[in-house]
DNA sequence: CGTGCCAGGTGCCAT
DNA sequence: ATGGCACTTGGCACG
């Protein structure tokens, strides 16, 4: 076997060769920079300032072609060669990615057994792991961030194993071939900011309280019952209670259930005379859902984020 | 700009420079399996025989450290040659990664924006789109598969655009720096096998009716019923209906008032004079479930997958 | 295609 | 840690 093609300066060692990734949770402790950066993104590809993840930097002098941003890559390599790549990234925080013929265990909440075939495995700093097929969004084996990642050599093989525990779980993937490998240096401080949610429908409501009914009078959310904390609570012009349940998208039956118990631990807990209505706030419901509705004596109001 | 450095031998073009990948569904059409299973499950379930995805078979005579198991890799490339790598893949229907900085627009039943950052993008050939930072197991954007996928250079940036219809949604990766970008030829006909499941707790009662309780027996599973389809109906010792619904994990409120549901159309549904019990069968309740269960005068069976 | 429901659901936040 | 619930939930099976 010829020595495996290697591009990339790689990183120094962040010590004595870390056996491994320890699961981290804290993120950038201190990060005090914009995380908005106001205008001028930088168009060449090397990083302003400071590389936090790195404890030292990159050697500068290599060309930007070879070890741009914080990348290593190879290609075909053997299995010691991708072992050690895998283990240095993990443990300079760097997120590895592994693609080529595997096979896959899983034992833990469940357990499966995935027979050879090629595969995208990723490894993140935070001791997640995904393995990916050519199809489908999600993973056909996955690992929850919090493992200790560890890949060794073993008999020719590159072996990946992600593990934790409460609950004990194990996922290991067997490589026969590792086409290629990555390791990438990332920095994100974005969190995105997501539009048409519950918490949107519910500031809309407040705002504007008649969209629900005129003369609704919103008193407190996430107001607490011994079935759970109400969305929205409050009275109709009339005084009676009012119980919204809301949802950002079309409803089945298990809304009406939850409306619905709502509804009765309130019945419970308020004084006798006191007349409770429940109303669910969602752009439709299901057939079913609009007959339990009925059944229930609850309402419906029809309205999106 | 020098030539980005490319390694791996490339594909034979699918066509005339495929515009964009077509989504594809198709997937192993006849999956039949009868919903009551008597016995005998398929053990194994490789798919025998043939490579579906790929048009034609590689150039085997590349030597294996270039093209090794179809992988075309890019380091540091300009947004041209990111472009063009990536549509060559995707009309290849290899799955294509790109790492590098980027923003992240997504538009459809909800909407969100993420500001620069460095990320992993995953597009998969059957139009699944994932992008991923260092962190959590979910990715932090994402499109569903069914989606058309389309990569250009715009003003010195490196744009993916994954859309789809029904509903309407489309997610835009804008990279300003590509550090990495590859194609990955996969063959994946393998599905996991996974083991203690609801289906597995159904089968073990199933066999064994007195796990439930002395003198229980099954009549159906799935049975209709006008709130849903019962997870095994049967009756007891004393010949009364008896419903079962069963969980593979400790279960909350949801799943009683998904029990009391079907009992309630069931008492409706049969003679007046027919009693029907409900039996939660599961690893372990909430007390909130435990509360709603007494409530309603359900019962519980503690019983593990 | 909509309806209903399971999932190794995951993630977030409360007690 | 457990609990209750939202999620661009995803995925499958069925009418």
Redesign the interface.
């Known amino acids: 076997m010829?020595t495996?093609?290697t591009?990339?300066g790689g990183w120094p060692a962040p010590g004595p060769s870390a056996p491994s990734s320890a699961p981290r949770k804290e993120?950038s402790p201190g990060r005090c920079g914009g995380?908005?950066?106001p205008a001028g993104?930088?168009?060449?590809?090397s990083r302003p300032g400071g590389a936090f993840k790195r404890p030292t930097p990159l050697p500068r002098g290599v060309p930007?072609?070879?070890s741009?941003?914080?990348?290593r890559?190879l290609?075909?390599p053997d299995a010691a060669s991708a072992a050690a790549l895998v283990t240095d990234g993990l443990g300079a925080?760097a997120?590895v990615?592994l693609?080529?013929?595997c096979t896959?265990d899983?034992e833990g909440?469940?357990?499966?057994?995935?027979?050879?075939?090629?595969?995208?495995v990723?490894l993140?700093?935070?001791g997640?792991a995904?393995v990916?097929?050519?199809?489908?969004?999600q993973p056909?084996?996955?690992?929850?961030?919090g493992c200790e990642h560890d890949c060794r050599a073993t008999e020719g093989a590159t072996v990946v194993e992600s593990r934790r525990t409460s609950p004990e779980e194990s996922l290991v993937v067997r490589f026969s071939?590792v086409?290629?490998a990555?390791a990438?240096?990332?920095?994100?401080?974005?969190?995105?900011?997501?539009?048409?949610?519950e918490a949107d429908l519910k500031r809309r409501i407040l705002e504007e309280p008649s969209l629900v009914e005129d003369g609704f009078t919103p008193l407190a959310t996430e107001r607490k019952t011994p079935?759970?904390a109400v969305d929205v609570y409050g009275e109709d012009d009339a005084g009676r209670t009012v119980v919204l349940e809301l949802k950002?998208?079309r409803v089945g039956?298990?809304a009406v259930?939850?409306l619905?118990?709502y509804v009765g631990a309130l019945r419970r807990d308020l004084h006798a005379d006191a007349e409770v209505r429940g109303v669910l706030v969602a752009p439709s419901v299901t057939g079913?859902a609009r007959a339990?509705l009925a059944e229930r004596g609850l309402e419906f109001v029809p309205l999106t984020?």
Chains 1, 2 share one sequence.
């Open positions: 010829a495996p093609p591009s990339g993120r995380s908005t950066p993104r930088s168009s060449t590809q930007s072609d070879e741009p941003a914080g990348v890559t290609t075909a925080d997120l990615a693609f080529g013929r896959v899983y909440r469940a357990a499966s057994e995935l027979g050879p075939g090629d595969r995208h990723m993140k700093p935070d997640a995904l990916h097929t050519d199809e489908g969004q056909v084996n996955w690992q929850p961030p071939t086409a290629h990555a990438f240096d990332v920095s994100d401080h974005e969190t995105p900011e997501v539009i048409g949610t079935a759970g950002r998208r039956p298990d259930g939850q619905d118990r079913r339990l984020p």
